[in-house]
């Protein structure tokens, strides 16, 4: 598994959050809510992709901390927008599984720079 297959994983899954967006906003269901889901999603997206173009290992560690962090939050708003019913349940938990597998990705990365920690 390299860095860029992390960073196109996580790029395909926020198009697929800015469809449910974009949906959300059209039926006018829960603004905040569907504004905070893009947020998290598309700082998914942006630090895996800030990561892959560090120098430093560190910063690539870095990046991909704040990655998973934001897969973590993107993770609990699909879990209360399951729990709410403000979109297709079939949707939401196929959302919730790519979500899950993009996280375990970062996760191995994380532990790759466990060293780097102490």
């Given at each position: 598994?390299?860095?860029?297959s992390?960073n196109?994983?996580?790029f395909?899954?926020?198009?697929?959050?800015?469809k449910?967006y974009?949906g959300?906003?059209e039926k006018q269901?829960?603004y905040?809510?569907?504004?905070?889901?893009?947020e998290s999603?598309?700082s998914?997206?942006?630090?895996?992709?800030?990561?892959i173009?560090?120098?430093?290992?560190?910063?690539?560690?870095q990046?991909?901390e704040?990655?998973y962090i934001?897969?973590?939050?993107t993770?609990?708003?699909?879990?209360?927008?399951?729990?709410t019913?403000l979109?297709?349940?079939?949707?939401?938990?196929?959302?919730?599984?790519?979500?899950k597998k993009?996280i375990?990705?970062l996760?191995?990365?994380?532990?790759g720079?466990?060293?780097?920690?102490?």
């Open positions: 598994m390299t860095e860029t992390i196109a994983r996580a395909d899954f926020s198009q697929k959050l800015i449910v974009l959300m906003e269901r829960s905040i809510l569907s504004q905070k889901l893009l999603s598309k998914i997206t942006s630090y895996a992709d800030m990561a173009r560090e120098t430093s290992r560190m910063m690539l560690m990046g991909m704040k990655a934001n897969a973590r939050e993770q609990r708003w699909l879990k209360l927008l399951e729990s019913e979109i297709d349940p079939i949707e939401v938990k196929r959302l919730r599984k790519e979500c993009l375990k990705m996760k191995k990365v994380r532990k720079f466990t060293p780097y920690y102490n």
